[in-house]
């Protein structure tokens, strides 16, 4: 039982290129998201998914994009990336018995020259 | 617009002493607040309080919930150099289940 999963763990991409974060889970929860966090700032939450094939916008989306093909996977894609979008990425899930305790991955380092 | 505010954002003590994170929110249909420890990696579960003016304990931790006057607290006693993390505090809303973060408060604890 791996828990929550993220590819790659680091990153460094120059600005204008874009790259997908991929976050698996084994634990058959429903519900994924994702987060940034950057210093000082806590963790902003930039989309979600409440279920397969289905995402929705959080506090700071702009600039990102999502898809939920499987229930397993939550994939956070950016298109151009910038240098603002230089973060450590968290990827989160919950089940339907525990929706209030989030379940993290161990984060993508992420930095846009 | 849901809110949390933690304090202090930092904190520097010395083993052995005793700490108190202050946690404040503003969630709409308020359902739970949550407290998480980060240390340079993932955030790990502390707590999960949902009633007022009930204690819960796990070693030297403990919170505390005022669904009155809207905060929370942690207490760390006879703090160690592993208790050093990100103490984020969370709360969710019973509408969206969604977990609105505060800012955290950065504690480290010299030897």
């Known amino acids: 039982n791996a828990g929550v999963t993220q590819t790659p763990k680091f990153r460094v991409l120059k600005t204008g290129q874009s790259m997908t974060l991929l976050c698996a889970q084994d634990m058959n929860h429903e519900y994924m998201y994702w987060y940034r966090q950057d210093p000082g700032m806590g963790l902003r939450l930039i989309h979600y998914?409440?279920?397969?094939?289905?995402?929705a916008k959080g506090e700071v989306p702009d600039g990102y994009n999502v898809s939920r093909l499987k229930k397993q996977n939550f994939l956070l894609g950016l298109e151009s990336a910038a240098p603002s979008q230089t973060s450590v990425y968290f990827c989160?899930?919950?089940?339907?018995?525990?929706?209030?305790?989030?379940?993290f991955g161990p984060g993508t380092r992420l930095t846009v020259l | 617009e849901d809110k949390v505010v933690q304090s202090p954002l930092s904190l520097v003590v010395h083993e052995g002493d005793t700490v108190t994170l202050n946690c404040s929110y503003e969630?709409?249909?308020?359902?739970?607040l949550l407290w998480y420890k980060q240390e340079k990696k993932a955030p790990t579960f502390l707590f999960m309080l949902?009633?007022?003016?009930i204690e819960k304990k796990s070693g030297r931790l403990s919170s505390i919930l005022d669904k009155k006057e809207l905060f929370s607290i942690l207490n760390i006693t006879a703090t160690q150099t592993g208790d050093s993390a990100i103490y984020l505090c969370a709360g969710v809303s019973g509408g969206s289940y969604i977990p609105t973060f505060g800012r955290g408060t950065s504690l480290i604890v010299h030897p």
């Open positions: 989160a899930s919950t089940g339907v018995g525990a929706r209030d305790t989030q379940y």
């Open positions: 969630v709409t249909n308020f359902r739970s």
């Open positions: 949902t009633s007022s003016g």
């Open positions: 998914s409440v279920g397969e094939g289905t995402t």
